[in-house]
């Protein structure tokens, strides 16, 4: 198993462009989310998906979309880039978190400069 | 408001030289307290879930222990190797969403 990867791993954007954050994971889990982690502030939520068709937001989801199409992938959108956004992006995925303690794997993160 | 603090913030070690790291907690209705490693350029790596005040894990020389309104994670007779980030997440009570506190840098000197 390949388990949860991330693509690119390192990006730099100009204020105002788009992009979109690739997450997949071949461990056919329900519960997917995206965090940022930025210095002094820890991860933070900002998107989850609890199956095909369901998302929800976070903590932080402004200027953020997600979708979920299939089980395998979760793209997280940015519309129009801003500085602020510039941090480290992960992905994360786990079974579905009814029961009380589903540990999340997380992928090798996405570093993003917006300049 | 849910919150998760950790602390110390930064902790340097001797090799050999025990000591702990501390989460506290303000949720009601705990439904897991989770350990994680996160190692320099990487993504955070799954250690320990805990359940109920009273409960222990171990895994190596790590033991990570909870009460109701804390956990610790003690780490015996360190090595180089166990320098990283520790981080200490909870599950919201009622939600699919995790709060994770800021993490504990620990280096261990050899």
């Known amino acids: 198993n390949a388990g949860v990867t991330q693509t690119p791993k390192f990006q730099v954007l100009k204020t105002g462009q788009s992009m979109t954050l690739q997450c997949a994971q071949d461990m056919n889990h329900e519960y997917m989310s995206w965090y940022r982690q930025d210095p002094g502030m820890g991860l933070r939520l900002i998107h989850y998906?609890?199956?095909?068709?369901?998302?929800d937001q976070g903590e932080v989801p402004n200027g953020y979309n997600v979708s979920r199409s299939t089980t395998e992938d979760f793209p997280l959108r940015l519309l129009s880039a801003a500085p602020s956004q510039t941090s480290v992006y992960f992905c994360a995925s786990s079974y579905i978190p009814e029961v009380a303690g589903r540990s999340q794997y997380f992928g090798p993160g996405t570093r993003l400069l917006v300049l | 408001e849910d919150q998760v603090t950790q602390s110390p913030e930064a902790l340097r070690l001797q090799e050999g030289e025990s000591s702990s790291l501390n989460c506290s907690y303000t949720v009601s209705g705990l439904r897991g307290l989770f350990w994680y490693r996160q190692d320099p350029g990487k993504g955070p790596e799954f250690l320990f879930t805990?359940?109920?005040a009273g409960e222990e894990k171990e895994k190596e020389r790590l033991k990570a222990t909870l009460t109701k309104k804390e956990s610790f994670l003690h780490i015996t007779a360190p090595k180089p190797e166990d320098s990283a980030t520790y981080l200490c997440a909870v599950q919201a009570p009622g939600t699919y969403k995790y709060i994770f506190g800021t993490g504990t840098r620990l280096k261990v000197l050899a």
């Open positions: 998906s609890v199956g095909a068709g369901i998302t």
């Open positions: 805990l359940y109920s």
